[in-house]
């Protein structure tokens, strides 16, 4: 059975500091990850997705691939009140596969 | 232009009724996705449709459970017999392809008393 597992958290940093958001898989041959921000209420949100081993930046987000060790992390870079919300990693295994499985996520409050 | 929509934004029922839980797609996707999400979790994955046909309908929990898209567009899901258990919000996503970004629509949040 696939897995993504996430750290639930909550995690809280100080605004201006970074957020680290981590994420494991257990399906080896998965080859696109997301991730997905829920403000309480709301729907999941794109914020990255990434594909290749090594970094993708994005203004303040930076995803951070790592096939070899089965990781994906987020990096929230000056982090702001209005960033606190649940982060939701999901993997695509593709290989026809059309399931995109998703972590429980991981809730970030941001300190003023 | 005009994202995922889904109706009603909230549904509450009665243990036993059948309701039926609607998603429009952005125009032009065709693969379409319904998931459900309970409290504390991830959004789990129910059914995925290529145009009209349930491509993979692996997730539904149980022959309770129905959905259709007869147009290629708009896509309903139909619980029978609801349960208590039923209660969440149901997620709808839509993609131009089953490898593309999903892009979510609302939700529709179900409570069976």
């Known amino acids: 059975q696939k897995e993504v597992e996430q750290n639930s958290g909550p995690l809280s940093v100080p605004e201006g500091a970074i957020a680290s958001l981590n994420c494991t898989y257990s399906?080896?041959?998965?080859?696109?990850f997301f991730w997905y921000r829920q403000y309480s209420g709301k729907s999941p949100e794109l914020i990255m997705f990434?594909?290749?081993?090594g970094d993708k930046e994005d203004g303040r987000f930076t995803a951070q691939l790592n096939k070899a060790s089965q990781y994906v992390s987020l990096l929230i870079r000056d982090s702001q009140p209005s960033d606190s919300a649940t982060y939701l990693c999901?993997?695509?295994?593709?290989?026809?596969?059309?399931?995109?499985?998703f972590g429980k996520g991981t809730k970030l409050s941001v300190i003023p | 232009g005009a994202g995922v929509s889904q109706t009603p934004s909230n549904k509450v029922t009665e243990k036993g009724k059948y309701v039926e839980l609607r998603c429009d797609p952005i125009?032009?996707?065709?693969?379409l996705y319904w998931y459900r999400q309970s409290l504390g979790q991830g959004p789990e994955f129910l059914i995925y449709?290529?145009?009209?046909?349930?491509?993979?309908d692996s997730g539904l929990p149980n022959d309770r459970f129905f959905a259709v898209r007869p147009e290629g567009s708009v896509s309903t899901l139909k619980i029978q017999r609801t349960e208590r258990g039923d209660s969440a919000v149901y997620l709808c996503?839509?993609?131009?392809?089953?490898?593309?970004?999903?892009?979510f629509g609302p939700g529709t949040r179900l409570t069976v008393l």
């Open positions: 990434i594909y290749s081993n």
């Open positions: 449709f290529q145009g009209t046909g349930a491509a993979d």
């Open positions: 996503a839509s993609s131009f392809s089953d490898r593309a970004v999903r892009y």
């Open positions: 399906d080896r041959g998965s080859q696109s």
């Open positions: 125009s032009g996707h065709t693969a």
């Open positions: 999901a993997v695509y295994s593709g290989a026809g596969s059309y399931q995109l499985t």
